[in-house]
């Protein structure tokens, strides 16, 4: 499985942006999706995932109530809404997939996943 991720770029606080997160590869091989970010001297941290077949999620509560993730099964893409951007979501934003069963309570553990994607940047400033 190939994961790309792309929609960074530079937003002024207050802005939004919308990453997507597709797959290419194995069909349906993806039980869990997630988003993690890692900012520049800071280790990598977990964003959201969303469980594929049901639609459960998990989110940072660093980003509760202004991130939202989602799925379209027909693109098997994942996408990671984000609205009122805080200079401190500045990083760069991984999107992972796992392809076993997990349940929601372990999704935001980065070593469950076995696939990651490339990286896109997001920039938040004015």
């Known amino acids: 499985v190939q994961l790309q991720a792309f929609g960074g770029g530079l937003v002024q606080p207050g802005g939004i942006l919308r990453l997507s997160c597709a797959a290419f590869g194995r069909a349906n091989s993806s039980y869990i999706r997630g988003w993690f970010r890692q900012a520049p001297g800071k280790e990598r941290e977990f964003v959201a995932a969303?469980?594929?077949?049901?639609?459960?999620?998990k989110y940072a509560d660093s980003v509760k109530g202004r991130f939202t993730i989602s799925r379209d099964n027909t693109k098997n893409t994942a996408f990671l809404q984000m609205n009122s951007l805080k200079p401190e979501d500045t990083a760069v934003y991984y999107c992972?997939?796992?392809?076993?069963?997990?349940?929601?309570?372990?999704?935001?553990?980065?070593?469950?996943?076995?696939?990651w994607g490339q990286g896109t940047l997001v920039t938040v400033s004015s």
């Open positions: 992972a997939s796992r392809g076993a069963a997990l349940i929601v309570g372990s999704m935001g553990r980065a070593a469950l996943y076995d696939h």
């Open positions: 969303i469980r594929w077949n049901d639609g459960h999620t």
